[in-house]
């Protein structure tokens, strides 16, 4: 079907502006994505529907933490991804027209099929996750607009890398967002990502100004994003831009597609980076890929008692009441409508 967000130029080229990368893209030819191709001078999408993994999961695997704690999502993906992310743990679909000459794959879904699956299974959300949403973001609009029609809520996993006109499309309609804040360095958005880091803090602080709940999420890669002073400045953007609110997600590497030579992640190095995060004003960080620790809980920022305790994606104990903690009356920044 045909896209959204794009321009046509003269000589039957097209730019389009779904993501902050802009292409150029010329007649018979795909954009970075690969998954959307210029047929004639008219952009195509050529994921609308073709479902390649589809699971109910618990919203905290996404991970949001704060968004709706406990409930289930009905999560969904296509092929494709605008980033090249050497150490992408879902590379199988997120670069299979890459690595596969072009190939995309997926059963034929459509959007009332995906909220009646969603409704079936008890979700109180859908997420749209695993791969980049923004890529198939014609699929998931239409998909999130009815279901906010059934009163469920929708949710993007992503690089935010989407640019100003699509989150001004998503307002209103996609009601939380996870959000990969990957590092806080511009060579390694170039060299490990394919991508500019000064556009996802854009993309960021419009998600935020647009009233779109936001976590944000760092995978800790030993000896490329985890410099102390870094993650400080991390820390700090999200406290001064996105508010102290904001919860941050630190989660652990392990080996994985191009990236096989670095080690996983030394707990230690989490357990600093979360100090780090905490002593820069942040009221709720977390660490992740890392069952049975303790930052993977929820405590009050203010008087510091653990209120929801958790083991991995599932909680044991949730001690909030009305997003107030039941020790302090301490208002809890939770998305619990």
Request: proline share 4%; with cysteine.
């Given at each position: 079907?045909?896209?959204?967000?794009?321009?046509?130029?003269?000589?039957?080229?097209?730019?389009?502006?779904?993501?902050?990368?802009?292409?150029?893209?010329?007649?018979?030819?795909?954009?970075?994505?690969?998954?959307?191709?210029?047929?004639?001078?008219?952009?195509?999408?050529?994921?609308?529907?073709?479902?390649?993994?589809?699971?109910?999961?618990?919203?905290?695997?996404k991970?949001?933490?704060?968004?709706?704690?406990?409930?289930?999502?009905?999560?969904?993906?296509?092929?494709?991804?605008?980033?090249?992310?050497?150490?992408?743990?879902?590379?199988?679909?997120s670069?299979?027209?890459?690595?596969?000459?072009?190939?995309?794959?997926?059963?034929?879904?459509?959007?009332?099929?995906?909220?009646?699956?969603?409704?079936?299974?008890?979700?109180?959300?859908?997420?749209?996750?695993?791969?980049?949403?923004?890529?198939?973001?014609?699929?998931?609009?239409?998909?999130?607009?009815?279901?906010?029609?059934k009163?469920?809520?929708?949710i993007?996993?992503?690089n935010?890398?989407?640019?100003?006109?699509?989150i001004?499309?998503?307002?209103?309609?996609?009601?939380?967002?996870?959000?990969?804040?990957?590092?806080?360095?511009?060579?390694f958005?170039?060299?490990?990502?394919?991508?500019?880091?000064e556009?996802?803090?854009?993309?960021?602080?419009?998600?935020?100004?647009?009233?779109?709940f936001?976590?944000?999420?760092?995978?800790?890669?030993?000896?490329?994003?985890?410099?102390?002073?870094?993650?400080?400045?991390?820390?700090?953007?999200?406290?001064?831009?996105?508010?102290a609110?904001?919860?941050w997600?630190?989660?652990?590497?392990h080996?994985?597609?191009?990236?096989?030579?670095?080690?996983q992640?030394?707990?230690?190095?989490?357990?600093q980076?979360?100090?780090?995060g905490?002593?820069?004003?942040?009221?709720?960080?977390?660490?992740?890929?890392?069952p049975?620790?303790?930052?993977?809980?929820?405590?009050?920022?203010?008087?510091?008692?653990?209120?929801?305790?958790r083991?991995?994606?599932?909680?044991?104990?949730?001690?909030?009441?009305?997003?107030?903690?039941?020790?302090?009356?301490?208002?809890?920044?939770?998305?619990?409508?």
């Open positions: 079907m045909e896209a959204r967000c794009y321009t046509k130029l003269e000589k039957g080229s097209v730019q389009c502006y779904l993501c902050r990368h802009r292409c150029l893209i010329q007649d018979k030819e795909r954009g970075i994505c690969k998954v959307r191709e210029n047929q004639s001078g008219t952009l195509i999408t050529l994921v609308y529907g073709k479902i390649i993994a589809c699971h109910v999961d618990p919203v905290e695997k991970p949001l933490f704060h968004f709706m704690p406990g409930s289930q999502t009905y999560s969904l993906a296509t092929v494709g991804c605008n980033f090249r992310c050497k150490f992408c743990q879902n590379s199988s679909i670069q299979m027209p890459i690595d596969h000459h072009g190939m995309i794959m997926g059963d034929d879904f459509t959007p009332s099929k995906i909220v009646e699956l969603a409704l079936l299974h008890q979700c109180k959300s859908i997420s749209f996750t695993y791969t980049e949403p923004t890529i198939f973001f014609e699929f998931a609009i239409d998909t999130a607009m009815l279901a906010k029609e009163g469920l809520y929708t993007f996993v992503s935010g890398y989407m640019s100003d006109e699509t001004e499309l998503m307002s209103g309609n996609i009601h939380a967002a996870n959000i990969d804040l990957k590092a806080f360095n511009s060579d958005y170039k060299q490990y990502c394919g991508a500019k880091l556009n996802v803090l854009k993309s960021l602080r419009t998600l935020k100004a647009k009233g779109i936001l976590e944000i999420t760092t995978l800790l890669i030993p000896g490329l994003n985890d410099e102390m002073q870094e993650l400080k400045s991390l820390a700090e953007f999200i406290v001064s831009d996105l508010g609110e904001t919860p997600h630190i989660s652990r590497f080996p994985t597609y191009q990236l096989l030579n670095r080690p992640t030394p707990v230690q190095s989490l357990l980076a979360r100090e780090i905490i002593k820069a004003g942040l009221r709720y960080v977390y660490v992740g890929n890392v049975g620790e303790k930052g993977e809980s929820t405590f009050c920022w203010k008087c510091g008692k653990l209120l929801i305790d083991h991995g994606f599932f909680i044991r104990d949730n001690r909030i009441k009305n997003n107030r903690c039941s020790y302090c009356d301490a208002y809890i920044d939770m998305f619990n409508p």
